[in-house]
């Protein structure tokens, strides 16, 4: 496969990359290229801002989640134009935003889950972002050391953010190209007003934003000319055009098979608004294929669930952000409640985990939710954040007894479970956990995933073309749940666990 491509990378966190990359994307689109973007590593913020100012839906590329074939699998993909939302035109360029800084990974001692690494992969030429607020010739070093870090890396071209003035940007430059031997494509001035305000977890959602588009509007705007007015953008796609052609595998071995039996369709609900919107357009599209049909819904503003649902799917966001909003919404709060009484199939990540308990507490507040799961989910000011690895003890809605997963955990919260006898009572399934975590904290104790009926909810997110069982188990247990709705255990009854 024959596709420009260029790697935008930091050399640290909060560099700059997302809002240049913003830019870029938006003034090649300007210019009437179809350009696809991507995002290394598990971040969901990122991609939907790629996604809302391209035009394309942005696709997430992760070096420990997935193999170097499902890596080059996802872009291949994504550039041809045959997922959905790009409306089947291919891709003329690609331009993938990185994470943190080009050679921060899971180890010290090797690359994996590194910017540097799906570079490699993806035989991608890098452009170097480095901030320059406080430095000159110093940016020579840096630079100088990135190159000769990896050499399998290739740097092939700088720019330069936050720079104070013409001569401190010149100044910067000439040390880059003459220390460093590759060219400086921009120099961006230090400016206040291209932020895109910060929360807890990172950037305001591009779903948010969109709520408030008069304002941020004006800021996409001012992003794209800055850009425009200080990279060379030629120069730029002569990056991207010198990387070489991409080997792909043979389409047999592929995850994304459109090769599916054709099988009942089976809808599901998919919350999605400022409070959900945490998905990998992957595991939607995985979805689909496997035969899923999505309907999307809001929480936050309708008061039932879409008609002909089998299943709903409560991805992650900032519900303890929309908490009251929430709770001023009990009609689908009681909606909810009533299809898990009634064994339909639900499965909730992180925010959507919250959702399901009794109550949210947030800034001093209690807030009531759905009531599904017994006891509540407490914002703190610990940060979780890594890798996980687990292994379901029991079949559940997503997978069976014994399989393993990698997946990620991002959240400010703890659940805390109500004490007590969990066996059924008063009319309530028992509560377990579905996932021992080998890596990861999980839920309680080294345990995650919640289950009780048809209901999953857990704090790890998977991603679908990394646990490649996911759709297909899913769907399945969805059509399985269809006919027989007096089996309401998820899974084999003789392995569950209680809670705890």
């Known amino acids: 496969m024959n596709i420009p491509r260029v790697l935008v990378a930091g050399d640290r966190s909060s560099a700059g990359k997302t809002t240049v990359c913003i830019g870029l994307l938006s003034a090649l689109r300007e210019r009437g290229l179809e350009v696809q973007g ?12 790629h996604t809302l100012v391209s035009g394309r839906p942005s696709r997430n590329l992760d070096g420990f989640l997935m193999s170097p074939e499902v890596v080059k699998e996802i872009f291949a993909r994504a550039c041809s134009g045959a997922n959905r939302g790009t409306g089947g ?3 003329e360029v690609a331009v993938v935003e990185g994470v943190r800084g080009l050679y921060e990974g899971l180890n010290y001692a090797d690359d994996v889950g590194s910017t540097a690494q799906v570079a490699k992969i993806l035989d991608c030429p890098v452009v170097l972002l480095i901030d320059a607020g406080s430095i000159t010739r110093s940016v020579a070093a840096l630079v100088s050391g990135y190159q000769s870090f990896d050499p399998e890396v290739q740097i092939s071209g700088v720019i330069l953010n936050r720079i104070g003035s013409e001569r401190h940007g010149e100044k910067a430059a000439k040390a880059v190209e003459k220390y460093c031997g590759v060219k400086v494509l921009g120099r961006i001035p230090r400016r206040s007003d291209l932020g895109i305000s910060m929360r807890h977890l ?5 779903t948010e934003c969109k709520e408030r588009w008069s304002d941020f509007k004006s800021v996409l705007e001012r992003i794209k000319k800055t850009v425009e007015q200080n990279v060379d953008l030629e120069a730029f796609l002569e990056v991207a055009r010198s990387a070489s052609p991409l080997r792909t595998q043979p389409a047999g071995s592929r995850v994304f098979r459109a090769e599916r039996p054709k099988r009942r369709k089976v809808r599901v609900a998919v919350a999605f608004d400022e409070a959900f919107n945490f998905y990998y357009q992957d595991t939607l599209d995985l979805l689909a294929l496997a035969g899923a049909e999505l309907v999307f819904f809001s929480p936050l503003r309708e008061k039932k669930l879409p008609a002909g649902v089998a299943a709903v799917f409560l991805g992650g966001g900032f519900p303890e952000i929309y908490a009251e909003e929430l709770a001023s ?8 409640k009533a299809f898990y009484e009634r064994c339909g199939v639900i499965y909730a990540e992180c925010g959507g985990l919250m959702y399901l308990m009794k109550t949210i507490e947030y800034g001093g507040g209690s807030f009531e939710m759905c009531g599904v799961l017994d006891g509540s989910a407490r914002f703190t000011e610990k940060r979780v954040v890594n890798y996980v690895e687990g292994e379901f003890r029991s079949d559940c809605v997503v997978g069976r007894r014994g399989e393993r997963f990698k997946g990620h955990e991002f959240h400010h919260s703890e659940i805390l479970l109500e004490d007590g006898d969990t066996r059924e009572e008063a009319g309530k399934e028992e509560q377990r956990f579905a996932y021992k975590m080998l890596r990861g904290e999980g839920i309680k104790d080294g345990l995650d995933g919640l289950v009780s009926k048809n209901c999953l909810a857990s704090f790890a997110h998977l991603h679908a073309a990394s646990y490649t069982g996911f759709a297909e188990n899913f769907v399945e247990s969805v059509r399985t749940a269809g006919k027989s709705r007096s089996k309401c255990g998820g899974g084999d009854s003789n392995s569950r666990t209680p809670a705890g």
Not at 40 to 48: A, E, F, Q, R
Not at 329 to 336: D, K, L
């Open 202 to 206: 990172g950037l305001t959602t591009a």
């Open 38 to 49: 991507f995002k290394v590593g598990l971040d969901y913020i990122d991609p939907g801002f």
């Open 329 to 336: 919404n009990p009609e689908m709060q009681h909606e909810i």
């Open 89 to 91: 035109s291919a891709a």
